[in-house]
């Protein structure tokens, strides 16, 4: 199975080899990483120590690790911990926010490069954020004797119904596993349902409960506050911020038309824009550079001196979470594209 596999996966990447190379060409994405993604060219460690390698696929799950990478840490002083993800973005957040780890790219699921990340890197324990399923790593790493765990597990109807037609596959890739920490008693019976042993499941809540900013008062939101501006400043109305997050095309032009509706009633209204993924924001730049507003981009503000009014555009990575205290208005993105929605937990907190 693991060969027919390969073999499937080359057609895939031959199939989506232009439109691939057409995003690397035009937005970078695809580029960082590759060829150690294709090779398993995971940092050779040693042998001698208990080592759990912790998988978040993007900056999502990258961040809602932190707790549980903390508390493992905690209670396992003497063990080591690693962090593996997919995208670019995924790895300059955890390059950021846990500098004290060795980060790696997560191998294609190919025998030689799983098997070879494997290897070098040695784990005892492999924990996968959310659903982040690989049929032929999980194999490796059990071949090579790791514990393999999901973490924060999730599993969407669509999903669901799509991988029920296979479920041959994921009964025997699910049967592998050894936990799951699943957030619903819904996720479960959908899990079990494709062959996970009930035994083996868990029901835990969301994870991106216990990293989540209840107070808008946190160092990060304040320091942000003062340094984007938006703090009262004598004799002028306190701003009325309007958070746009994590958006999706069309989303920002939306944004836009409404704002310049909106600050005409509401003259203290301030916008701030968080596009979702980093490769979009060239895009948004350009349409605020269009639309003849006044903007500013967060990566190039160098000092606490800005124009009052100029809209802020968020182009950095890992502070959405903090931004988000900034609001008096929330509009979390996916809700007006196809996506359906993204997690309105840290807005709503």
Known sequence: MAYVL??????????????????????????RGLACKFLGSAPELPAARQRIWFHGVSVGEVLLLKPLIARIRHRYPDWEVVLSTTTDAGMEVARKHYPELTHFWFPLDFTWAVRRALDRVKPTLVVLAELELWPNFIQAAKAQGALVSVVNGRLGARSHRGYRRVRWLWRRVLGQVDLFAVQTQTYAERLH?????????????????????????????????????????????????????????????????????????????????????????????????????????????????HEVDAILLVDTLGELGAVWGLADLAFVGGSLARRGGQNMIEPAA
């Open 6 to 31: 390969n073999g499937l996966y080359l057609l895939a990447l031959v199939l989506l080899s232009p439109w691939l190379i057409f995003k690397a060409c035009t937005t970078g994405k695809y580029r």
């Open 193 to 305: 349902d494709l062959g996970a042993e009930a035994s083996k499941l868990f029901i835990t809540g969301s994870i991106k409960y216990d990293g989540v900013q209840t107070t808008r008062t946190n160092f990060r939101t304040l320091q942000l506050m003062k340094f984007l501006g938006l703090e009262e400043l004598a004799g002028l109305p306190s701003p009325l911020v309007w958070v746009v997050g994590s958006t999706q095309a069309p989303e920002e032009s939306l944004a836009l038309y409404i704002y310049r509706e909106a600050k005409a009633l509401y003259p203290s209204l301030r916008l701030v824009l968080v596009p979702r993924h980093p490769e979009r924001f060239e895009e948004v730049a350009r349409l605020l550079e269009q639309s003849g507003l006044p903007y500013e981009r967060r990566s190039q503000m160098n000092s606490e001196l």
